[in-house]
């Protein structure tokens, strides 16, 4: 998986994983997360390997990182973050040339001071040459070729690990989206919160049961989690009224527990033109795609459902028109609809 964060005014490129053969560098090790009593230095190393055909240059830089509320790194400056460990790190080399083939071991040694507690942490950046790459649609583009190695520090004794939700709301019912705010509200690190929704019908019967995939949220931050329903689109809930419990253990003494009350009500669908047709559902996906009901699928449909926006027979029927699923109907859903006719011409 290749993400980009912009740092500084660069995009930066970072392959998950150990592996970073698709722009020829390849790092040993990408996260060291230790635990020194304060007071005391440990060194750790790593290797950069050139797997190019060609000679490159490579700036060792540190910088400090944090993370957005949807998970993304974001990298800034060193210093930038209230608990960086930037300037407990020295390093070396700081610059070097890999011939074809070569590697070179990094080290770096993080002297912890005696006066903390919790978790600090810092990056070094590897970044070898600009290389320009050829895209699929052949326009041929620079890229910086910047690499992330982590390091986190915390001290034994830095305290217990505290969280809680902050907030429960649904989504979309198509698939049935739950999104879930966590708040890390201690000094310690969360490498792997994990968890569970829980959808439970008016007798207690469990409907559905969605996991909820391992994520780390850093002392102070906040994650905001979108769970998805596993369900096939357009096997929706039926109407009814559904207690949605979401549970989290973030290795605390406890399990998080947060629950909201979801009432699906059963759609009451009325013509939208004069032609006095009802919508439909033409691929049976829980979508109502044929807005003027008239069999087909077309620039139409589009055209009447942003006419139509704010009338009843749209605001109550929301899940039948909510196409970009985000739990309304406005003219987001307008455009989504259009991308959706786009795709259907392409697919002839």
Known sequence: ?????KVWGLWLI?????????FGLRLSQIEFDF??????AQTGTFL????????????????????????????????????????WVTFAPAQFTLAPDESVEVRFTLTVPTDITGTFWTALLVEGSPRQVETPGGTTVLVR?????????????????????????????????????FENTGLVNMPGVKGRVEVRDTGGTTVESIPIEEFPVLPGAQRVLQVLSQRPLGQTLPPGRYQVL?????GGANLLGGQLVLDIEPLALVPLNDAGNLPQDLDEDGFFEDVNGDGVFDDNDPILLGFQLNEPGVQENIRAFDFDNDGDV?????????QRLAEASEAG
């Open 1 to 5: 998986m290749v993400s980009r964060y």
């Open 145 to 181: 070729r910047r690499f992330a190695v982590k390091i986190l520090e915390t001290p034994p004794g830095s305290g217990p690990l505290e969280g809680r939700i902050t907030d429960i709301q649904i989504g979309g019912q198509n698939p049935l989206t739950t999104v879930v705010q």
């Open 14 to 22: 970072v392959v998950s994983g150990v592996s970073l053969i698709s």
């Open 48 to 87: 950069v390997i050139n797997d190019e055909s060609e000679p490159t240059t490579v700036n060792v830089t540190l910088a400090d990182w944090d993370r957005l509320p949807d998970g993304e790194n974001r990298f800034i400056e060193p210093g930038s973050v209230a608990r960086s460990a930037a300037n």
């Open 35 to 40: 635990g020194l009593p304060t007071g005391t």
């Open 330 to 338: 406005d003219f987001d859903d307008v455009l989504n609809l259009r």
């Open 246 to 250: 979401t549970i989290l253990d973030f």
